[in-house]
């Protein structure tokens, strides 16, 4: 039960909810509290923060739901209070809700937070640097110069510290990599300890490239050595990755797992397994124009994008002649890079070519074969900006 006050201000009165939200119930709000009664204080609020949301979003890189976290976290009107992560999770949920699902979780909130938090940072460091080099901020505390090509800045910055340098950066990656164990090394290991023959990265989680869930095949009455169960961190072909030890009695049947090893008559070898997860790492998230050039090669012929996002991210559209097989590169895509945002790859649908069926009418073909007899020729812009503003902006909006 929610007692709310009639003289609380939205925001105290969404907090209060919030904190009573039970996410193990089929309906999450207390039982004297409706939704109607929770979209009308969250519309309340909408129309104090609404146009600070709607300019931060239209004005600058953030995302729809990276400005509402942002402003809810950081703009306080007199008399209101902070929004908790949980009271913001209730207020995307609700404001243009499809009556669908549950209020976004704090983890969610969180991450839209420091994402946008990540984008002011590169916003004020460009700024920083807007002048000609040397950077007056620079000349103490980074003075080296290195240059490199934006997907590695980009990469670089995933794992930033707080007041780190790049300087600093690139050395603990250097020394921690010196310390890691090779996966190579590990699945070698795990095969001589006679405990099980199948070992796989599931891949059905966001960004799984960057942080590997490794599946082992274990009988439940045998032991992994110490020596795979203390590991955390493994060197791949791809550079070093945290990793997670998971040892599971029958796993194999997962289609979600990239297999690594197996044996009996599908037998895989460690050496094809790695060549595999180093092509799909590498596959995990490109741009637009190799993608195209990766469906170029495997005989594909378009590559369209749903009106509207799926699962907080892109809905691709991928038209190939049904006799070829689905490219790894297709079927390992997590996120596509454009010039000035990472969008997340939630869905990817197939159609045969030619078109069994009239093409869906919900979707922006960015790019069309003059094999396509069904749909107009088109190729990528090829300016960055131009290939951006390709994208339905509810799909950029999720990024």
Known sequence: MVNLDPTWHPTLKLNVIAGAVDRASADPFPDDISRDQVEEICY?????????????????????????????????????????????????????????GDPLSRTIVMDYYERAAGKFARAESTLMRAGTPPYAQDLFDDPAVMWVDRRVADRLRLHLGEDESISALIDRLLDATEGDASLEQVLREYLAAGVGDYAAVDTVYDRWDQHLRLILQKDETADLPS??????????????????????????????????????????AIEDGLDRLARAIEAAQMTPYALVGVLREAGEAALGVADDPVGGGAHLYALFDRASSTPLELAMLDRLELDDRILKVSRITTLGSPLEEDPPEAVRWLWVDDSVSDLAQRELPDDDTELRESFPRAVLWTA
């Open 44 to 100: 309340a609020i909408a129309d104090l923060y609404g146009k600070f949301v709607a300019e931060l979003t239209s004005e600058t890189t953030l995302s729809l739901r990276e400005s509402q976290t942002w402003v809810l976290r950081n703009l306080v009107y007199p008399h209101a209070e902070p929004l908790s992560y949980e009271a913001i999770g209730v207020y995307i949920w609700s404001i243009g809700r499809s009556q669908d």
């Open 227 to 268: 020596a795979i169960t203390d590991v955390d961190r493994l060197s791949t072909t791809a550079g070093s990755r945290s990793v997670r030890i998971i040892p599971r009695p029958d796993p194999s049947g997962a289609e979600s797992h990239l297999v690594l090893c197996r044996g009996g008559p599908d037998a895989v």
